[in-house]
């Protein structure tokens, strides 16, 4: 399963990066014998919340395929979630859940071992800080 976005519709509207993210990844999928079975996302979405339009049909997909899926690709982590701990707890449950690990094609981490969950949880929390850090210094004052 793929899933891309960027964060704004100016992004979306003068932007080649949704095409690149979706190019790199069927190219990535291609390589490491991974099927394709659905696209979701392809817009803007602010990943600053999981209550996305795009993200959320792409979870119910997932939750009523049941053993259907095994991952999300997306070409970097914070294309799946830049909430910290709620997407620890959202891998958390997929994978245990579900079998369906979010693999991101520039930054891949084995998740099926302790030391991977651990790389992939700290990289979930330095994204959704540095995002932090970024929205405080854009504050006036």
Not at 37 to 48: D, H, Q, R, V
Not at 50 to 62: H, Q, S, Y
Not at 98 to 110: E, H, K, R, S, W
């Amino acid at each position: 399963m793929v899933y891309t976005r960027v964060s704004s519709k100016e992004q979306a509207d003068h932007n080649l990066s949704l095409d690149v993210q979706r190019k790199s990844i069927e190219e990535s999928a291609r390589k490491n014998n991974l099927g394709i079975i659905g696209y979701f996302g392809g817009t803007y979405e602010s990943a600053k919340t999981d209550g996305r339009k795009e993200f959320n049909r792409m979870l119910d997909f997932i939750k009523t395929r049941k053993g259907k899926v095994s991952h999300i690709l997306v070409y970097t982590l914070d294309r799946f979630s830049r909430t910290g701990g709620a997407a620890i707890k959202l891998a958390e449950e997929l994978r245990e859940n579900y079998g369906v690990t979010i693999f991101a094609i520039t930054q891949p981490t084995d998740t099926s071992n302790p030391s991977g969950v651990l790389h992939q949880n700290i990289t979930f929390f330095l994204v959704s800080t540095i995002i932090s850090c970024v929205s405080k210094k854009q504050l006036p004052g």
